[in-house]
């Protein structure tokens, strides 16, 4: 798809769901070298460490092209998923991590549970380079959308128009970002996730915020979807309110009314 395309295609969807962040574009790099030019990386850049959910806050609200090394993040359980750590056994070190924080009854049911997730084997990656689309610079993989959830309905109302697939997610409350990133790049189907909680406290993901994600190619069928899913019902977003009936009013509204003429 050309850039041109893709640009288009993410500013009506930003348009036509009134979104208050950018649809951002992000690209897994096999070598470090390959960031783009003007790339901001939070080691050099901010001369700090960040969460990998930090990196995309930056690029949605500010517009910048924000690259991720093993050198610029600091959050453990995110440099596991995305092969950033030396763990001999990663699925063990986040089972570890999980039972340590209590988000586990046990050592079973953490295992268990951190092995349905996405995640990049050791050094399967070396960087993530993410901007908004409508700013890109760079071939991305996939494509993350923040908005809130009727307009993530809307999403989701486009994409099974689409592709007559209903969109999935798996939900465990912390370390999404392999849900919304790696999950897309290797399944190329679209996601929704409800973003965890260190994303919430470390990069001010708001109350109201679930994430739609999808292989960067879906794009501009996700702004076709959105132009014809539900058209002829109306269906939109703000949804509209359905007026066509008569409201009944408290007893006592009614016997005022009579003795005024309203009726």
């Not at 790339?39 to 517009?63: E, W």
């Not at 001010?204 to 979807?225: H, M, R, V």
Request: charged fraction near 25%.
């Amino acid at each position: 798809m050309e850039k041109t395309s893709l640009k288009d295609s993410a500013a009506f969807i930003r348009d036509d769901l009134r979104l208050k962040t950018f649809p951002v574009a992000v690209k897994f790099l096999k070598g470090k070298e390959d960031f783009p030019e003007k790339t901001r990386r939070p080691s050099v850049a901010m001369k700090k460490k960040v969460a990998i959910c930090q990196g995309v806050t930056m690029a949605r609200n500010y517009g910048w092209t924000v690259g991720l090394t093993r050198e610029d993040v600091n959050c453990v359980p995110a440099a596991i998923v995305f092969g950033f750590s030396d763990s001999s056994d990663p699925r063990a070190s986040l089972s570890k991590l999980f039972r340590g924080a209590a988000f586990a009854a046990g050592e079973e049911l953490a295992a268990k549970e951190v092995s349905s997730m996405s995640r990049f084997d050791n050094g399967e990656i070396r960087g993530i380079v993410m901007a908004p689309v409508e700013r890109v610079s760079f071939e991305p993989d996939t494509v993350l959308i923040y908005a809130n959830p009727a307009q993530v309905m809307r999403l989701a109302q486009a994409w099974s128009y689409m592709t007559g697939e209903r969109s999935t997610g798996y939900f465990g409350g912390k370390v999404e970002c392999d849900e919304y990133l790696i999950a897309p790049y290797k399944t190329r189907s679209a996601r929704i996730v409800i973003p965890g909680n260190g994303e919430r406290i470390f990069a001010g993901t708001q109350d109201d915020e679930i994430t739609f994600a999808a292989p960067i190619g879906s794009l501009a069928q996700l702004a076709e979807g959105l132009k014809a899913a539900g058209k002829t019902i109306g269906a939109r977003y703000p949804v509209t309110p359905y007026q066509n009936f008569q409201p009944e009013f408290p007893e006592s509204y009614k016997i005022l009314g009579k003795d005024i003429g309203i009726d």
